[in-house]
């Protein structure tokens, strides 16, 4: 089945740091991929997406682009600020597997 | 813009106990979820409605009741609460049609069982 695999937390870094999230997926066909992000105390709400291959999804300086050859939708941002400090999830999406969630990577930027 | 609202925010029951989460949505959208979040393991899918009077189990629905009122409305009821329900619950929209895949969170809902 389909399945998505992010990159173990905590994840540290001092602010202006170059940032990489990985995030890798397993499924059939095309899906849909997706970056959410979750502030502290809130729900999660859609940080980035891209629907086919080589798209790139952009948004706030963060971006990730749809690598079919690797399978992979890594989160990328050239100068992280506190205010980035949330807990990030890789998303599928499938007609036949629906939404489905990495497990979360928490990020922590030091001033 | 309200969104996706959802009540309690925070709740404490103990063993046995019942108790249902309500979730509303403003944004006229056509499918409504129930996740879990517990550290570590991401988000897992309770229960889903894809349209107004239609429900499906999800990944992990044991233990859980649901309920699609009416196409605004979709709570969620433990019928007899166990401690390993303790964990942060949220609610998400999305239009459905067609499904996108984007999804409309809620702020959550903390419940702890004693």
């Known amino acids: 089945g389909n399945s998505v695999t992010q990159m173990e937390g905590p994840v540290t870094l001092s602010e202006e740091a170059f940032l990489t999230i990985n995030c890798t997926y397993t499924a059939t066909g095309y899906p849909s991929l997706f970056w959410y992000v979750q502030y502290p105390g809130e729900g999660l709400q859609l940080l980035l997406k891209?629907?086919?291959?080589?798209d790139k999804g952009s948004n706030k300086g963060f971006e990730a682009t749809y690598r079919k050859e690797t399978t992979s939708f890594h989160l990328e941002k050239g100068s992280v600020q506190v205010s980035d400090s949330a807990v990030y999830f890789c998303?599928?999406?499938?007609?036949?597997?629906?939404?489905?969630f990495g497990s979360g990577t928490r990020l922590s930027i030091r001033p | 813009n309200a969104g996706v609202t959802q009540t309690p925010k925070f709740q404490v029951l103990k063993t046995g106990q019942s108790m249902t989460l309500q979730c509303a949505q403003d944004m006229n959208h056509n499918s409504m979820y129930w996740y879990r979040q517990d550290p570590g393991m991401g988000l897992r899918l309770i229960y889903y409605?894809?349209?107004?009077?239609?429900?499906d189990k999800g990944e992990v629905p044991n233990g859980y009741n649901v309920s699609r009122l009416n196409k605004r409305e979709f709570s969620l009821r433990l019928e007899s609460a166990a401690p390993s329900q303790t964990s942060v619950y949220f609610c998400a929209s999305t239009p459905g049609q067609p499904n996108t895949g984007e999804l409309f969170f809620g702020e959550g809902s903390r419940l702890t069982v004693l």
């Open positions: 409605s894809a349209s107004e009077g239609t429900t």
């Open positions: 891209a629907t086919k291959a080589d």
């Open positions: 998303a599928l999406y499938s007609s036949a597997s629906k939404i489905i």
